[in-house]
């Protein structure tokens, strides 16, 4: 019930394509979903984050959109780039624990 | 603003001593740092929970005699890889939330090569 599921493993995009990165999560008392972006050798950096009450989130290239009923989220990258290949990380939490549990990441590979 | 830094980068240690790691949020308070471990290729494992004053709370299976934690102010957390051994070489993550917020900023890393 703790468990996020992340899919795809890896993704290969062409540069100005859309990459969309789609997560699970069973959890009802979830209630703040971050994207972390990891580059080799480097820590997590946060990307987007949303919180149930809303559908979407927007920030430049990057849309989270949640889907409570369902109980999934997704990261949309717009006109991606090849400074965009890295793992993308979803992520869940609750107010009452704060610890974060992570999906098993999805690496992005985009072609010039 | 929200900055986590890690200190060192990466360390190289002989097999039976042991290495510290420090965690530092720059320009915030952070009542709350958590420490993780992330092997090649796969998703960040938590260990340990620590807050500000506190004893660190561990995860599952993880060896509190081993990785010991001390957080001594809003700004500081340290972990320390105590008998290093091979199979402890990792990559070590810490990041730190802000006081009353959910969002946690994570530090750029530590490599540990246990020879």
């Known amino acids: 019930q703790q468990q ?14 859309i990459s969309i990165i789609n997560c699970a999560y069973e959890n009802t008392a979830f209630d ?12 997590p950096a946060l990307l987007i984050a949303i ?12 849309t989270i959109s949640f889907n409570k009923s369902a109980k999934q989220f997704s990261l ?25 549990i992570f999906g098993q990441g999805t690496t992005l590979q985009v072609k010039p | 603003g929200a900055v986590v830094s890690q200190h060192p980068s990466w ?33 960040l494992m938590l260990m340990a929970t620590s807050n500000e004053g506190s004893k ?3 995860e599952q299976g993880v060896e509190k005699d081993k990785f010991l934690i ?11 890889v105590t008998s290093a051994h091979p199979e402890d070489s990792s990559f070590y993550i810490c990041s730190a939330s802000l006081i009353r917020a959910n969002t946690q900023y994570f530090g750029p890393g530590t490599r540990l090569t246990v020879l």
């Open chain 1, 4 to 17: 996020v599921k992340q899919s795809p493993q890896s993704l290969i995009v062409q540069k100005g394509g």
């Open chain 1, 32 to 43: 703040y979903f971050p994207w972390y972006q990891q580059f080799p050798g480097k820590g």
């Open chain 1, 51 to 62: 919180r149930p009450d809303v559908s979407e989130k927007k920030e430049g290239r990057f």
């Open chain 1, 76 to 100: 949309h990258i717009m006109d991606s780039q090849p400074g965009d290949s890295a793992t993308y990380f979803c992520a869940a939490t609750s107010g009452n624990t704060g610890k974060l």
């Open chain 2, 11 to 43: 360390v190289i240690c002989k097999s039976g001593t042991s290495v510290k790691i420090e965690c530092r949020s720059l320009d915030f308070q952070a009542t709350t740092m958590f420490w993780y471990r992330q092997f090649p290729k796969q998703s």
């Open chain 2, 56 to 58: 660190a709370t561990y």
């Open chain 2, 70 to 80: 001390n957080h001594a102010s809003l700004t500081l957390s340290t972990l320390t």
